[in-house]
């Protein structure tokens, strides 16, 4: 391992999709592994695909993408192969979003994905001192009343999951759509969390806060164009996991130096840094982390509040939190 400052700082990842962790090399070994057909001549063709014009054009790939994942074994060598990767670059701890729905049409079932990622999982722990949380995301291009029997179908795995959030297509898809949902997550003991203002606009945001009661905002980089959200968000201490290198790949900003992320930083909002889908944006979270550093020239003290906004806000229990902390001040 790498022993320079930003492998050392314990990076705690809030934003991440596991299904866009599938690097092109774990993408066409599970191809021949599980018979399927692959759009792309080889490795190199897959990355070269990777550009992309917004959230759509990437999204209709990624959906591409995880139709090699069809057994456990392929969710478990998935999430190891990301886990791996991010230890070496010192990530300690792990919130994933999962999909369900993009594997139930494909005629996967939910055990399939839930007996792979737990079984990561636990070697994250045991083997990587990883410690890992899952979030149960519904697509929000899909009817609401799919959502509801995905909340009542995943019953048994409940326990594995810290809360449900919201992904894919935003435009059209107000956080509003999702009200009784996230109404029943939050009496089954849920928490909640939803991307909104990535491409969907600042009033999404408020809609996602007032409607579905999340405790975060996954992306929510819109809401610099809305003073009094951005307002709201800092007295509430709202967290925002925002994902720099995503927002520049899916063309949310033109370049890094263009991001809100000092606008709201200097807002006095709660930020963290996260990678989204790093097998698709060029990069995982140190990546992130060197990026911002190098566009914004952050002090490492910066960067260590980043890493602390994490921590504090992550889904862990106490004593990972503690010791965790510790980490960070010797850092
Ligand atoms: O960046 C994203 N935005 C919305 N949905 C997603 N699903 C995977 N990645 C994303
Ligand atoms: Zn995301």
């Known amino acids: 391992m790498t022993d320079d400052f930003l492998t050392r700082l314990p990076k705690a990842e809030l934003h991440l999709h596991i299904e866009g962790t599938l690097e092109p090399e774990l993408m066409f070994a599970l191809a021949e592994r599980n018979g399927v057909?692959?759009?792309y001549a080889d490795i190199e063709a897959a990355r070269q695909a990777y550009d992309f014009s917004d959230l759509q054009s990437f999204l209709d790939l990624y959906y591409q993408g995880m139709s090699v994942l069809v057994r456990a074994r392929d969710f478990e060598d998935l999430a190891m192969d990301y886990f791996r990767r991010a230890a070496a670059e010192g990530v300690v701890h792990i919130e994933m979003h999962v999909d369900p729905q993009a594997h139930l049409?494909?005629?996967?079932?939910?055990?399939?994905?839930?007996?792979?990622?737990?079984?990561?999982?636990?070697?994250?722990?045991?083997?990587?001192?990883?410690s890992t949380a899952m979030i149960l995301a519904f697509l929000r291009d899909q009817p609401a009343a799919d959502a509801m029997q995905l909340l009542e179908d995943s019953t048994p795995w409940h326990d594995h999951f810290s809360a449900v959030g919201l992904d894919s297509a935003e435009r059209g898809n107000p956080p509003s759509k999702f009200q009784e949902v996230f109404a029943r997550a939050r009496e089954l003991g849920l928490e909640r969390v939803a991307h909104a203002g990535e491409e969907g606009p600042p009033s999404y945001i408020r809609e996602a806060l007032d409607e579905l009661q999340v405790c975060r905002i996954d992306h929510g980089v819109r809401a610099i164009e809305d003073v009094e959200l951005m307002e709201r968000l800092a007295d509430e201490g709202t967290v925002l996991t925002v994902c720099p290198l995503s927002n520049v790949r899916l063309k949310v900003v033109e370049r890094l130096e263009d991001h809100g992320l000092p606008t709201l930083i200097d807002a006095g909002l709660v930020v963290t840094i996260n990678s989204d889908d790093p097998a698709y944006f060029g990069g995982g979270m140190r990546d992130n982390f060197a990026a911002c550093q190098r566009a914004f020239g952050w002090s490492n003290e910066t960067l260590k509040w980043l890493a602390g906004n994490a921590i504090e806000a992550a889904f862990m229990d106490e004593e990972r939190r503690q010791a965790l902390r510790q980490r960070l001040v010797e850092s």
């Open 37 to 39: 057909s692959l759009p």
């Open 105 to 130: 049409s494909r005629g996967v079932a939910l055990s399939e994905v839930m007996e792979g990622l737990t079984a990561a999982c636990a070697k994250a722990r045991s083997e990587l001192d990883i």
